[in-house]
């Protein structure tokens, strides 16, 4: 049995990646320039010499974004028409793709899915409702995918009952209670908790959560009971570890 007296003095919960939108744009203007290169016909020499002629190198990676956009333009001078950015589809909106949405998250922080993402979402839903698109989805059959993320969560200990609830609100504090109190199982089973930690005293020890001091798990917001969950989830999936 592995000592866990207090394996999270310090912890910080797992930073999430950020989007660097400029290297992106780049990455854009290069990819453009290649295809430009393809659609023009232009052989290796004859695309250097132009690169030489317009900026003064020979190499894309050399160039600057200012230059980058005189290349662009040279081309397009040229008659090279980049072809609009396709949007992607928009992310469903109707109440039960938003409800198993939701479900599908949770499942990530409780470590039962390896991939939150939309993308991974859709493929599920697809297999289990034979549908393109989630948002096509007939709603008369949308009640088979929550029930199959419901079996996800049940199989993995996630409690969903909630007989006791007064109204929908109070149903969904309690799920996801119910959530953290499951992915707190998890980390005890994996002796990342102390066994003798409740979900009040793990909030505090593992994100700082102030509210825990002052009242119970019950006293928490939905927002508080979201951060708990995904902070409890980062710890699940790094092993026990902060990656910060």
């Not at 659609?39 to 050399?62: F, H, M, N, P």
Request: glycine share 6%; net charge positive.
């Amino acid at each position: 049995m592995k000592t866990a007296s207090n394996p999270f003095k310090g912890y910080k919960p797992v930073p999430r990646a950020q989007f660097d939108a400029a290297s992106q744009h780049r990455r854009s203007m290069i990819a453009k320039i290649k295809i430009a290169v393809k659609e023009l016909g232009l052989c290796d020499d004859d695309y250097r010499a132009i690169l030489l002629r317009v900026t003064g190198k020979t190499s894309c990676t050399q160039l600057s974004d200012d230059q980058l956009v005189k290349v662009l333009d040279e081309f397009k001078a040229k008659g090279f028409q980049p072809q609009p950015r396709k949007a992607p589809p928009k992310a469903a909106n109707h109440p039960a793709a938003m409800k198993a949405r939701a479900l599908w998250i949770s499942l990530y922080h409780l470590n039962a899915i390896s991939n939150p993402s939309e993308k991974a979402l859709e493929a599920f839903a697809k297999r289990q409702l034979k549908c393109e698109r989630l948002q096509w989805a007939d709603q008369g059959q949308m009640y088979k995918l929550v029930e199959a993320l419901k079996a996800i969560g049940t199989r993995s200990g996630w409690n969903q009952s909630t007989t006791n609830a007064t109204d929908g609100s109070h149903a969904l504090k309690i799920l996801k209670m119910q959530l953290c109190e499951a992915i707190l199982m998890k980390l005890k089973a994996n002796d990342y908790a102390p066994q003798s930690w409740n979900l009040a005293g793990a909030a505090v020890q593992i994100c700082g959560l102030a509210v825990a001091r002052k009242s119970g798990p019950m006293g928490w917001g939905l927002g508080d009971l979201d951060v708990v969950a995904r902070s409890f989830g980062d710890l699940l999936r790094t092993g026990g570890r902060s990656e910060a």
